[in-house]
């Protein structure tokens, strides 16, 4: 009888899990809010990073654009996107976005970003990166 019983905890707590885990992370709710306060002072017309690459998070449409270097995000495939390598630490220190190596440190600039926030990017670049 306890065996049967704990089956239908697993069952419950696995389908639960499962319907956390599926739930679709919205553009405006979950990813503009990282942007908007980690990249744009920096990625907008006119900032540093905009400057050097055409690069601007202010919206969807100029995500989706890229960087005059091609796009940096492939929907559906987060670990082929250049957004999220950057971001993911999966590149060189030196072009990691934000940037926090030693020399950007000491200029005071950001840390890297929260491995939470990290997850949320490439959670919703596995969705397909839909405008929602």
Not at 116 to 129: H, V
């Amino acid at each position: 009888m306890l065996m049967i019983q704990i089956k239908w905890v697993f069952v419950l707590l696995m389908s639960i899990l499962m319907v956390a885990c599926s739930q679709e992370l919205s553009f405006q709710n979950d990813v503009m809010p990282i942007l908007a306060a980690n990249c744009s002072d920096c990625h907008t017309t006119g900032g540093e990073g905009y400057n050097k690459s055409g690069f601007n998070v202010t919206n969807y449409e100029n995500l989706m654009k890229g960087t005059k270097f091609g796009p940096v995000i492939v929907p559906g495939n987060s670990a082929s996107s250049p957004l999220y390598q950057l971001i993911s630490h999966a590149t060189d220190v030196k072009i990691q976005m934000p940037p926090h190596h030693k020399e950007a440190l000491a200029e005071g600039r950001r840390e890297p970003l929260p491995d939470a926030q990290i997850a949320i990017i490439g959670k919703w670049i596995d969705q397909g990166a839909k405008n929602n």
